[in-house]
């Protein structure tokens, strides 16, 4: 079975999905609420898209943009800056035995959306698909 570059196995198991989607729900709470101590990054609107947690579930990383997409660059370092305080609010509310390490990436699930709708309206690419 050949790998590419979206998965590196079966995919995420059940409890992978579950508790990823726990962090989400609960970080998106906490960042909505502005629960963090930092004005800078209450004073964003911040969008989790998704988390996706490791096999050992050690690790989650959160798909993160910033409403309206302004201030892509100073979202994940800002999250990162407030990471531990993250970590003990999802912690503290979900009671996980142990509570992942967090990191930040930028959500691109809109541009290439946006880049497949661009694609998708050449004439080349429709007249091939009405075919």
Known sequence: MAKNKFHDGPGPSQRQLRVGELIRRTLSEVLARGDVHDPDLNRMSITVGEVRTSPDLKIATAYVLPLGGQGQDQVVQLL??????????????????????????????????????????QDAVRRDIDE
């Open 80 to 121: 990162a800056r407030n990471k531990t305080e993250l970590r003990r609010a999802i912690g503290k509310k979900l009671g996980l035995k142990f509570t992942p390490d967090l990191r930040f990436q930028l959500d691109q699930t809109f541009d290439q959306m946006d880049e497949t709708r661009r694609m998708l309206g």
